[in-house]
Nanobody, 118 residues
Framework: QVQLVESGGGLAQAGGSLRLSCAASGRIFGIFDRAWYRQAPGKQRELVAIVSGGGSTHYADSVKGRFTITRDSAGNTVYLQMNSLKPEDTAVYYC????????????WGQGTRVTVSS
């Protein structure tokens, strides 16, 4: 069974930076898309950034130019570098690994809280 563990959340001031990490334990078979989602209080969970199994990336418009998603060479760890943070980035951030060909194979982390003060 694959488990995802996020780290790196915390408190930052507006304009500051944080780096989130998501490490997968267990063996991952197949091609996976890896993504970060977030959920702010009272709002639905939304996609922040995704890196596909082929390495292409996609970002939500609200974070383009400020956030960068990367993964290690083994594909077991995915990162989210967050720069120029804004108070509206405050949310619980979740990482997700989803099999490209069988979407039922879908793993989620427990979430890490990011709070940005103005």
């Amino acid at each position: 069974q694959v488990q995802l563990v996020e780290s790196g959340g915390g408190l930052a001031q507006a304009g500051g930076s944080l780096r989130l990490s998501c490490a997968a334990s267990g063996r991952i078979f197949g091609i996976f898309d890896r993504a970060w989602y977030r959920q702010a209080p009272g709002k639905q969970r939304e996609l922040v950034a995704i890196v596909s199994g082929g390495g292409s990336t996609h970002y939500a418009d609200s974070v383009k130019g400020r956030f960068t998603i990367t993964r290690d060479s083994a594909g077991n760890t995915v990162y989210l570098q967050m720069n120029s943070l804004k108070p509206e980035d405050t949310a619980v951030y979740y990482c997700n690994f989803q099999n490209k060909w069988d979407r039922r194979i879908d793993y989620w982390g427990q979430g890490t809280r990011v709070t940005v003060s103005s």
